[in-house]
């Protein structure tokens, strides 16, 4: 309006921008619900997990604005399909070994020293923590009570993934892993 040019470098980095928005939009709509996937960010690998999905989204985004265009790209369909189901496959939480009992049923004055040197340190109303000062998300494993309600949960998030403990803080071994998992297989008995 007073007579100056716009500067068109503004322009052209606004559609470059526009181009990333473009092609992440599938891989960030994952990431935002991905909370749902321990088997995605409990992966010993996650950062390569991301990756992959961030590839194969844009991919699939390419897909769309071919078509958007005019092109219609059929064989990008199966082949992204395949490539999710190669990358699910491939990231598959790995089968644990089986618990050394001698075929006797695991009883909780087994599980409870796991529980205790691996998830108290922050899942207890009294964390000891040094960066989680209250319990995460208000949960709580005092009591053998605590642990059998929430057996199903812990089984997901502490057996068939390793996305807790958190970062495996307090080293956790697959062994651990195994022993708790047969518990809550037996019914989580409690005395
Ligand atoms: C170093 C701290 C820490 C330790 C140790 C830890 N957790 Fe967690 N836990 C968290 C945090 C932080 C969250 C919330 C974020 C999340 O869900 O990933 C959480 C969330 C969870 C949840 C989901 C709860 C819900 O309702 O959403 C479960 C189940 C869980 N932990 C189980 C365990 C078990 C079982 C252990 C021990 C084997 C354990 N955690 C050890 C920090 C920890």
């Known amino acids: 309006m007073d007579g100056k040019v716009p500067d068109p470098a503004l322009g052209a980095e606004s559609k470059l921008r526009s181009t990333h928005n473009n092609y992440l939009t599938l891989p960030v709509i994952f990431v935002m619900i991905s909370n749902h996937y321990p088997s995605t960010y409990g ?17 699939t985004r390419v897909f769309f604005n071919m078509k958007n265009s005019g092109k219609f790209m059929g064989w990008m369909i199966p082949v992204a399909i395949l490539a999710y189901i190669g990358l699910a496959v491939a990231t ?22 796991i529980i205790q040197t691996h998830c ?3 899942h207890s109303a009294t964390p000891t923590d040094d960066i989680f000062k209250v319990a ?10 605590d642990v059998q309600r929430k057996a199903s949960l812990i089984k997901t998030r ?11 803080k307090t080293g ?19 005395p």
């Open 120 to 122: 108290v340190s922050c």
């Open 92 to 113: 598959a939480p790995k089968a644990l070994p089986a618990p050394d009992t001698n075929g006797e049923a695991v009883t909780w004055s087994q599980v409870e020293p």
């Open 172 to 190: 956790m071994t697959d062994a651990e892993r195994a022993l708790l998992g047969a518990w809550i297989d037996e019914g989580a008995v409690i």
């Open 43 to 59: 992966h010993p690998h996650a950062w390569l997990v991301l990756l992959g999905m961030f590839a194969i989204g844009a991919f």
């Open 136 to 145: 995460p998300n208000g949960v709580v494993y005092d009591t053998p009570e």
């Open 158 to 168: 502490a057996v068939d993934t390793p996305s807790m403990p958190f970062g495996n």
